[in-house]
Nanobody, 118 residues
Framework: QVQLVESGGGLVQPGGSLRLSCAAS????????MGWYRQALGKQRELVAR???????NYAASVKGRFTISRDIAKNTLYLQMNSLKPEDTAVYYC????????????WGQGTQVTVSS
């Protein structure tokens, strides 16, 4: 399985921005999709955004217009630009690679904490 390593999380004030990165150990072009999920304390993991190999993009309604998913195939890296952050965006963010809908054969990163607080 490919190894995924997230970075870029941290503490930011409401209204601020962060950019998460997910570096893959192999070529990301081979995946049907890559994306980001998040899990807040005491809540289920939820989809944030995903992108297919063909470039189709899907965002959760709660982040549409504020977050942007992108990828750099040459660098084998997935990104999540997060703007206008809100306290409710606080969560551990996980990168995944594999199928459009994550299943047992998908690869996951270790997660990166994003905290939005004043």
């Amino acid at each position: 399985q490919v190894q995924l390593v997230e970075s870029g999380g941290g503490l930011v004030q409401p209204g601020g921005s962060l950019r998460l990165s997910c570096a893959a150990s192999g070529s990301i072009f081979s995946f049907n999709a890559m994306g980001w999920y998040r899990q807040a304390l005491g809540k289920q993991r939820e989809l944030v955004a995903r992108i297919s190999s063909g470039g189709n993009i899907n965002y959760a309604a709660s982040v549409k217009g504020r977050f942007t998913i992108s990828r750099d195939i040459a660098k084998n890296t997935l990104y999540l630009q997060m703007n206008s952050l809100k306290p409710e965006d606080t969560a551990v963010y996980y990168c995944y690679a594999g199928a459009w809908v994550p299943g047992p054969n998908n690869s996951w990163g270790q997660g990166t904490q994003v905290t939005v607080s004043s």
